[in-house]
């Protein structure tokens, strides 16, 4: 498996996500409105078939360049995705490689951020191997 292909194709059935949803409060990646955007998000993961076990969104004062989001949320979060026997964690923002490997040590799954997930969504319906090449290429 690639790390761009981050759903062998049995979990893209089967697979149970849950969708974190960052609501920055202030700078560069602020949301206006976050339930939208968790609906929005929730919209991104039914488009491959991911089997959603669980949502949240939640302030964010800041972004920590460790994990994105702070360690009372990593935490807090640790049960849930436990619980729920969780296979892929979508973080609806831009995470760096960094942040992802941390998230995943955290929570002993698999992370992906948005852009990840629409390029997933892209591969998914590339037609053509020159659609999948791009795809590829822009991952």
Not at 14 to 34: E, M
Not at 58 to 77: C, M, N
Request: aromatic share 6%; net charge neutral; charged share 25%.
């Amino acid at each position: 498996m690639k790390d761009t292909d981050f759903l062998a194709p049995e979990h893209k059935s089967s697979g149970a996500v849950f969708i974190v949803c960052p609501y920055i409060v202030k700078g560069v990646h602020r949301i206006i409105d976050p339930e939208a955007r968790l609906e929005e998000a929730k919209g991104l993961a039914e488009a491959i078939r991911l089997n959603i076990k669980g949502a949240e969104f939640f302030k964010q004062h800041l972004i920590r360049p460790a994990t994105y989001i702070s360690k009372g949320h990593v935490e807090d979060l640790t049960g849930p995705i436990k619980a729920l026997e969780i296979n892929v964690v979508f973080i609806d923002a831009p995470i760096s490689p960094v942040q992802q490997r941390n998230l995943e040590k955290a929570w002993n799954t698999k992370v992906i951020d948005r852009t990840g997930l629409i390029l997933e969504i892209f591969g998914d319906r590339a037609r053509t191997a020159e659609g999948r090449l791009q795809v590829e290429l822009a991952a």
